[in-house]
């Protein structure tokens, strides 16, 4: 990692507001925004189309909109947020193999991130880049959080399914979700998006 780069992590439990926060810092520093969880998410469509996670080639043609080719297969970010892909990815976010492809590709979108990277998920900060310039972790509210992922997945998902991959992201083995060492606290439950972004820039000051 360049010591010039500035590398932000958010981690944080799902409906939180990661890859809005994440979004808004990127476009406030003008630096690249990623989403781990869309890899986990066009990994287990790939599986779900070929019932294979064996693969060749995986490629990143655009970030803003994602569009991801994975050999003869190509995904586009629009199609990844049904419930049946959220509930699939989550459980095989935990096979410790899945989880050392993502890592692998995330290292490849920070090397080539030349200006800098915000990137959200799990574990972001807590193990795949511990000494990122600064870490955060992003909370709100469960009904907060709940209502979101109900929206974004067209009311496909439901409360119950929330609390389901809460547990599973706080209890699996391999990187649970956890509070990074030395993280930015950030409550999303009535903050703007500004006031957040306005914290973030304020504390990378100090860094």
């Known amino acids: 990692m360049s010591m010039n780069k500035i590398i932000i992590t958010i981690d944080g439990p799902s409906g939180s507001g990661k890859t809005t926060l994440g979004r808004a810092i990127s476009k406030k520093l003008g630096i690249t925004f990623f989403s781990s969880g869309s890899i986990y998410?066009?990994?287990?469509?790939?599986?779900?189309?070929?019932?294979?996670?064996?693969?060749?080639?995986?490629?990143?043609?655009?970030?803003?909109?994602?569009?991801?080719?994975?050999?003869?297969?190509?995904?586009?970010?629009?199609?990844?947020?049904?419930?049946?892909?959220?509930?699939?990815?989550?459980?095989?976010?935990?096979?410790?193999?899945?989880?050392?492809?993502?890592?692998?590709?995330?290292?490849?979108?920070?090397?080539?991130?030349?200006?800098g990277l915000v990137v959200e998920g799990r574990d972001m900060g807590s193990v795949v880049f511990p000494d990122a310039t600064l870490k955060i972790y992003l909370d709100a509210d469960e009904h907060i959080r709940s209502s979101r992922r109900v929206e974004q997945s067209n009311n496909e998902e439901t409360t119950d399914d929330i609390a389901e991959r809460d547990k599973r992201d706080l209890s699996r083995k391999n990187s649970p979700l956890v509070v990074p060492k030395g993280a930015l606290m950030l409550h999303n439950n009535t903050s703007t998006v500004e006031e957040l972004v306005d914290e973030v820039i304020e504390n990378l000051k100090l860094q």
């Open 41 to 115: 998410r066009v990994i287990t469509k790939y599986f779900l189309d070929t019932n294979s996670l064996g693969f060749e080639n995986f490629e990143i043609i655009s970030y803003e909109p994602l569009e991801i080719k994975i050999d003869n297969h190509t995904y586009f970010e629009k199609d990844l947020y049904t419930k049946e892909l959220n509930t699939k990815s989550s459980e095989l976010a935990q096979q410790i193999e899945i989880r050392a492809i993502v890592d692998n590709i995330l290292k490849f979108v920070e090397s080539s991130a030349d200006s």
